[in-house]
Every structure is written in C-alpha cells, then in structure tokens.
C-alpha cells in the first residue's frame, strides 16, 4: 500500500477500547457468577482471538459493536475444549490462559500463529511450574495438565504484566496464598478489576498477593481509549506542523502514561483535561499541538509504562534536535517481532540516524530523511508507527502490509486520514 501523506493533522479522535482491559474483562467475566456487560470493548483480532478461546470452552459471549455479554459461569465453570485453543497473534491471551487453565479440572492445548509460536512462554511456565502446574513446551505449542496448584513467593525477573496476571489468575486457584513481587512497576488493569470483582487480592507498592477464592462478582466494564493507539497520534500532532489533535477518553492509568512522560520531556505541547474515573482506571482528554522537540534518554522503571509505545517514540526522536538513547528496553526483542531490530532496520532505509544497542537504540535526530518501502514484520504496532514517520519524509513511501494494524487498531488508517479533512 502507497502511505499517503496527509496535509494536516487538526481535529478530535476518539480510539478504541484499550487492547489490555478489554482481554481482561472478557478472561475474568468468564470466570464469575453471572453476566458480565462491556461497553467500549475493542473488537481488535487479538480480543477477538479471547472471545474465541472462551466460547470453546463453552461460555457464551454475544458482541455487538463495541458491547460485549460475557455469561460467566464461575472460576470452575470452564468446559474442557474439543479442539487446541488459537490465540492468534496475542501474546496476551496466550499467557494469561497459562493462569486460569493451569489449575483447571482438564486438560488443554494452546498454540497461535507464527509470530506467537516464537515468543518466549517460559517466563510463565516455569513460575507456573513452581506452583505446581503440569505445562508440556517452552513456546506454542503447549500442553496443559489441570491439576491443584499452590501458592508460591515468587520474585519476577522481567517487569512483565502478562506474567504477573498469569500467576495472579493462577493464585485464584491455588491453596494458600500467592504472592508476587516486581522489580518495576508493570500495567495493573488486573489487580484493580479482581479488586472491584471481591476477589482476594492485596497489593503494597510493588508486591501482590492473592488468595484461593471461591467466586468472582460480575463486571460492569466501560473500556476507556488505548493510550497505545492514541500514542500514533500524540506523535503526530506533535511532529506534523501546524497541527492540533484531540484525543478524546484515552486511559490514563499511571502505569500506562510514560509516553505522555516522555514527549512533554521532549518539550511536546500536550494538555491533559476532563480527567475523570471509572472502576479504578483514570481517564482523559488529551490534546497535542505541533512542537519543537529535543532528544531525551529514556530507560529505568519508566519503560513497563510505554513499552508498547517505543517504537512511535523512536519516531518522535527522528524529528527532535539532538540525539535519544532508548535503554533498558530489551523486552521489545520479544514482541509480536523484535522491535528493536525491525525499527532499526526499517527507520535506516529512510535515512535516519539509527544504531541497534543491546538494550534499545540510539537516534540522532533532526536530519531530514526520505521515502521508503517499509516492511512491518507482521506487527501492526511497526505498520502505525511508519505510516506516523512516513508523513515527513521527502517523497513517497509504501507499506508491505496494512493488514496487521487490526490486531489492535481495525479502524486506524481511516482515523488517520479523517484528520485531514
Ligand atoms: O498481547 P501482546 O501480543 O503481547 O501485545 C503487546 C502489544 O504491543 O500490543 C506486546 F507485544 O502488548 C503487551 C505489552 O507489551 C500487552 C500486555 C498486557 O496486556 O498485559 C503487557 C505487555 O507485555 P509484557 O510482556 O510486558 O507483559
């Protein structure tokens, strides 16, 4: 696909739900007694893989546009799949059904597609394994013997929220307590919904314990808008000049805000307003205005709070003055691609000053740069990003593929170019 270069970026956006609350709605709706309402769900392909998982094992979830009926049937409600449940591309449903199926009364399979059966599973089997779970396989493939679990202590050794939800879900089952330590702070959607859901569940900073619980009440979720998917446009209306974007109901947990961090660090006109609260989760209106940008250095214990957002941010960095340097972000070699590699590869071809690290990159921006044939690896968070960087470069750009930005983002290309309308 040609990527076409818009003449301006001013108007008001609303994103779709965000990717993380709604697979957790639809997980822990299934698991408690009685029905479960989603309003702003997001009928992205990898929440869809979730629904999927959980009609097979026999739950009954209607969607209509953006609300979702989950008829939950309680934690042990669950039936034993005919078939191997397909995650898709989503490394979150993935995981997290490690958790609640580990300490099922049945047995199960679970495998995704090519990019899902590359990612690393053992950072979940082993603690899984600690807890007693019967887990056959390091990557998808894998085989799951239900048995009883129980509690463990565990330090994590990634700052991983997939990870700490898939034993949270698992300490559900366990006998005695589980209790969870991270080194950083990770995105906590699952620990307040369990909370608001009466399950047994504590958290003290960056420690989290979980108690065998017998029932989960339902949900009532309205789903406010991905800070991941507005992020695409907080960078462009900070790069494309003249420009002022308005994103309405974006998430603005305090686990999720780094990016807003970062760009006002970078000297980027971003006002927050309309902050309201919803079942613990903060939301907002954010607007952005066309900026001078600067480079920074991002690493520490902020990066679990924009890990997803690092490759737009990259694109922030090509057009701010000066050099950034993105570390400790070794995680993004194992996502949908490795991100780090593929922004590398992919931001060279157009001329960017870019070197791959262990831990991230190095971008000395400000340089101007030209089109390119991107590839995107299949990773709709690499398609979203190099159309955002496309934009400013001399000349024309294509895209390999378009397709992938519906595992998150269906409707991004025609948001995007209502903008210049
Ligand atoms: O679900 P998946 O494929 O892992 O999705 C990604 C993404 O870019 O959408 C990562 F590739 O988001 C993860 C995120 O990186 C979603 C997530 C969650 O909902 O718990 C947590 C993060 O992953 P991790 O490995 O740090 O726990």
Redesign the pocket.
């Known amino acids: 696909m040609d990527i076409k270069k818009i003449k301006k970026a001013r108007g008001t956006i609303k994103v779709p739900g965000d ?2 609350i709604s ?1 957790r709605a639809v997980m822990l709706g299934a698991l408690a007694d009685g029905i479960t309402s989603i309003t702003g769900f997001l009928n992205g392909a ?1 929440c869809l893989s979730t629904i999927d998982c959980f009609r097979k094992m026999g739950i009954d979830i209607t969607i209509d546009n953006n609300k979702v009926i989950v008829c939950g049937k309680g934690l042990y409600g669950l039936k034993k799949p005919s078939q191997t449940l397909y995650t898709g ?5 993935t995981r997290l059904l490690c958790g609640i199926l580990a300490g099922q009364r049945f047995d199960t399979s679970i495998t995704g597609d090519a990019s899902i059966q590359k990612r690393p599973m053992d950072r979940v089997t082993k603690p899984l394994t600690l807890m007693g779970a019967k887990i056959v396989n390091d990557r998808c493939p894998l085989y799951i013997t239900g048995t009883q679990l129980h509690g463990i202590d565990y330090t994590m050794p990634v ?5 700490k ?1 898939a034993l949270i879900l698992a300490g559900l089952y366990a006998e005695g307590k589980t209790t969870i330590h991270e080194l950083e702070k ?2 906590d959607h699952t620990e307040l919904m369990l909370t608001s859901m009466g399950a047994k569940l504590s958290v003290d900073s960056l420690d989290i314990t979980v108690e065998k619980t017998s029932s989960l009440q339902p949900l009532k979720a309205d789903i406010p808008g991905d800070i ?1 998917s507005a992020a695409f446009f907080m960078v462009l209306g900070a790069i494309m000049p003249n420009s002022e974007i308005t994103i309405t109901n974006v998430g603005i947990n305090p686990t999720r805000t780094g990016i807003i961090d970062v760009l006002k660090d970078m000297g980027a006109d971003i006002t927050i307003e309309n902050i309201h609260y919803s079942a613990g989760e903060s939301i907002a209106d954010i607007t952005v205005r066309s900026s001078v940008l600067q480079g920074t250095e991002i690493g520490g214990d902020i990066i ?1 709070k924009l ?2 957002e690092l490759p737009v941010i990259a694109v922030a960095a090509v057009f701010a003055d000066g050099e950034t340097i993105i570390k400790d972000a070794q ?1 993004l070699k194992v ?2 691609t490795n991100r780090i590699r593929a922004v590398v590869d992919e931001f060279q071809k157009c001329g960017v000053d870019i070197t791959e690290t262990d831990d991230g990159m190095i971008i000395n921006g400000g340089k101007t740069i030209h089109g390119a044939d991107f590839k995107t690896y299949g990773d ?2 690499m398609a979203m990003s190099l159309t955002v960087l496309a934009q400013l470069a001399d000349g024309s750009s294509t895209l390999d593929d378009n397709d992938c930005a519906r ?2 983002y269906p409707s991004f290309f025609d948001d995007f170019y209502k903008l210049d309308k």
Do not use: F
């Open positions: 990717k993380s697979h990898d591309n989503s490394g979150t449903t700052a991983s929220a997939q990870v939800t990770s995105r991941s679990p890990i997803d995680e996502k949908e709709h968070r595992v998150s």
